[in-house]
């Protein structure tokens, strides 16, 4: 291994069997206040929060992004679950406005993402405090050892972009465990288990940053989809995206834009089983979603 001094050593056991561990301390919190001004930062000059593309692989547009996703910290535990090599695959950042009704459906993500692997991990950083109250990520321990049915609902106040949610009479709301975080600490979980959140019903935004970590080996496989390469070597055909930071603005808005494009090209498609409706509502997303990166590419912005 090339953990650093300062690694924490993870109950890879516990990984293995529950699907999830928490919490892990990964910033100070100088550093977790300081992240989270930045990001509020972006959003104050702009006049309102990020949209759905710039919560998207934040990574190539913002420094504090970038920092994250590189975090010695984060990539020596992912490296205990997953290999030395390793790709960002995505980022998805997550905020509940105060007394907001937004809510993410119990679901797998393995079931959507089209990425063909042994194992996908996401690490969830806590940028605000995550209690059960602010809608921390809930789970079921074990969960992640099988796919189950979903199906996409749609619904108005899911973070979701389906609304993909695992039918009630398969869940198993007794064992849910909320994995409650302090500002800097974050949970890892495999990208099988079901998971969701409630409402955030404080009177603080909860913010979280999603990072899906991919082990970058030969037989990894991510429909056409474009990855970071953030420790060791690549040895995937998964198209290599080029590292935000050092960029002027302009040329990380393209980057992104690029990105996106794959991302949205590939997480829009329809299931095999997938109806006319379906299919056609996902078509026009998924054009909308297409035109709107080739406009902030040529904008640059």
């Not at 992240?35 to 972006?42: C, G, I, P, S, T």
């Not at 509940?96 to 009704?101: F, I, R």
């Not at 991302?263 to 297409?290: D, N």
């Amino acid at each position: 291994m090339t953990l650093t001094d300062t690694a924490n050593t993870i109950d890879t056991g516990q990984y293995q069997s529950e699907g999830f561990l928490f919490p892990i301390k990964v910033l100070g919190s100088d550093d977790a206040i300081r992240m989270r001004a930045e990001l509020e930062a972006v959003e104050k000059l702009q006049g309102h929060p990020l949209d759905k593309a710039q919560c998207n692989k934040s990574y190539l547009l913002y420094d504090w992004a970038d920092e994250l996703v590189h975090h010695p910290v984060i990539l020596d535990a992912v490296e205990q679950l997953i290999g030395p090599d390793i790709l960002c695959l995505m980022t998805n950042l997550f905020t509940k406005e105060a007394g907001s009704k937004s809510y993410v459906s119990m679901h797998q993500d393995a079931a959507y993402w089209g990425v063909d692997a042994d194992d996908v991990v996401t690490a969830w950083v806590a940028l605000s405090p995550a209690t059960a109250q602010s809608g921390v990520m809930k789970v079921e321990p074990g969960s992640h050892k099988s796919i189950r049915t979903q199906i996409n609902t749609y619904a108005k106040d899911n973070l979701l972009t389906r609304g993909q949610e695992i039918p009630v009479e398969e869940l198993e709301p007794e064992r849910q465990i909320y994995m409650e975080l302090k500002p800097g600490e974050m949970s890892l979980h495999h990208f099988q288990l079901v998971h969701g959140s409630d409402a955030n019903t404080t009177d603080d935004r909860r913010i979280g940053f999603a990072i899906r970590y991919v082990a970058a080996k030969s037989n990894v496989r991510a429909d056409n989809q474009s990855a970071l390469l953030v420790r060791g070597q690549n040895h995937t055909n998964i198209t290599m995206e080029q590292r935000g930071k050092g960029q002027n603005p302009t040329q990380r808005y393209r980057e992104h834009a690029r990105a996106m494009r794959r991302l949205v090209r590939s997480m829009l498609l329809p299931e095999k089983e997938a109806g006319l409706g379906e299919r056609a509502r996902l078509f026009i997303t998924r054009q909308a979603a297409v035109l709107l990166t080739y406009y902030r590419q040529i904008k640059g912005g």
